[in-house]
């Protein structure tokens, strides 16, 4: 600036009022230069934050309180009693019929007394129902976590030990500590680092080695116990000798029925009620074949304690250090099994994990609030799950429950039968409390090979070759990922691939990020399983989603993976422009009465949901549409991406 001299704490701006001639050539206004304010200290944060959430404290009613610390009082003070009563009793009734076998026979997988399995389907049902938020996540055993039970415990003591059983007790409370402790801290958020090819991977493999676990049961000899193919397959042709046909056969017709009728249940409408029964067939029919026949050659389950189980504290704390990694382990699985489902049913059903309670008692053990206001909703559902599963979990550890999850199979059913809210999961305990106290006589003749033929039919269906298929078409990196942990749970152990699993997982993600690809509109399997459970989770909502611009690469991507179909090629555009136009025009003629979104289900894509997902939707019944083949909804709002 001309006849002006410059100044390092000054800025000069033209202006048109209180000006100051500067040599008369140019009229400036003189503003000081202002340091940036400084950060505030650590004490102020920490006031401000307490202020904050004292405020937040003092503001809670009564009822607040009441739901903070008891989350069934949501739904409790809320009930239809019309409308939701009878679906509740009918889903109780369905689902414990279902897992008063089932518990029995993953007991057996976890190589305890099926004592247990009923205790473990006892109280932490109960206890979920209180302190859940997912309203038809059915808790107890499982058959993957019996199995991880049965790994770790087995190199340590052998089952017939005494000390075997504390160990599965004690490792109830470990688990439920570590799901409590991610609860409340909120740490639910690391399993998104695991890629969902490397979870569908884990779980076929696991399928496959529980499953030749239990033929123990229906060639008639032993076999070893390892999480290993090789060992397994090995003592199978070993044994081959001493192969008995009665229980093979008796087996094989068990596990023949039990496909046929969950066939049946799915298919026809009218036959849905034999898949709720189809586990307690073969135990009836096994039960009275062995009570007419006797047949020496066909192992029982032998006397089971009658009664509730008494109160005790766990025993074996010596022993804590050993079991840390498996009860670790066992969390992650309860993320991905229990979480997945729930989350999954809540948006079904039309409601959210409440997330206050866990919310708040993260700022007592924290000490500092974290995004109150801000945080969404669906980054607070894990910690909710997790919450009520470790209060479940700790509790039966003082009833001789060993660990338990949520089941999908029973999960899915619960939903199918009409289940509104935890009424049902009480119902659930109520059934088994009866079963404990009176029906355990009668099982004393339950024939092994029922039992393991209810486990494999279980099993089979987390069998996802489809998943592989899927990778190999769409994306050929996570493709490697499902194949290696597959393959490194199969051959290895379970523990050693879901490590070996994630750290691949979390390796090709700080390759990515230090070599980012720079593409313009560029996706991968990853983005496109973020678009579809974006569609799955936005579609009962009303909201459309539209995408503009993708050039070859990407368009080419979509359609291979189907999400053009899933949304709708009208829905694709050319310019940013020209979806806005269309959004716009769309939102202002709407008309509720009338909706004008057309209908995309002339052509289905073979592939809609993340894995979690899909593995609840096999639980589904198949005459019913999935939210992935029903009609678009009438829209009331729409999203351009």
Known sequence: MEGSSASADVIRVASSSSLISDGGSLAVKVIPLQPPPAPPSLESQSAEVYGRWAARVRSMSAMDWMELLLPCTRWMRNYRLREYLQADLMAGITVGVILVPQSMSYAKLASLNPIYGLYGGFVPVFVYAIFGSSRQLAVGPVALTSLLVSNVLTPIVDPSDKLYTELAILMSLMVGIFECLMGLLRLGWLIRFVNHSVISGFTTASAIVIALSQLKYFVGYSIVRSSKIIP????????????????????????????????????????????????????????????????????????????????????????????????????????LESVGIAKALAVKNGYELDSNQELLASHFVVGLEIQIVFQSASNLEAPSALFGLGVANICGSFFSSYPSTGSFSRSAVNNESGARTGLSGIVMGIIMSCALLFMTPLFTDIPQCALAAIVISAVMGLVDYEEAIFLWCVDKKDFTLWTITFIITLFFSIEIGVLLGVGFSLAFVIYESANPHIAVAYIDSSAVQALKDLHQEYKPRGIQIAIANPNQGVHLLLSRAGVIDLIGAEWFFVRVHDAVQVCLRHVQNMNPSSPKVSDNTASKPKRQFSFLQSLWNRQRDSDGTTPAEEPLLPHNEVVQV
Not at 260 to 284: D, E, N, Q, Y
């Open 232 to 335: 397994l397959v090995k003592s199978i042709i070993a044994g081959a000798g001493n192969f008995s046909w009665p229980p093979f056969v008796m087996g094989s017709i068990f596990l023949a029925i039990l496909l046929v009728m969950k066939h049946l249940g799915k298919s026809r409408k009218k036959f849905r009620s034999l898949r709720a029964a189809g586990p307690l067939t073969p135990v009836i029919l096994g039960t009275v074949f062995v009570k007419i026949f006797h047949p020496d050659s066909i192992s029982v389950v032998g006397d089971i304690p009658q009664g509730l189980p008494k109160f005790s504290i766990p025993t074996g704390f010596e022993n804590v250090k050993s079991l840390i990694p498996t009860a670790l382990l066992i969390t992650g699985v309860a993320i």
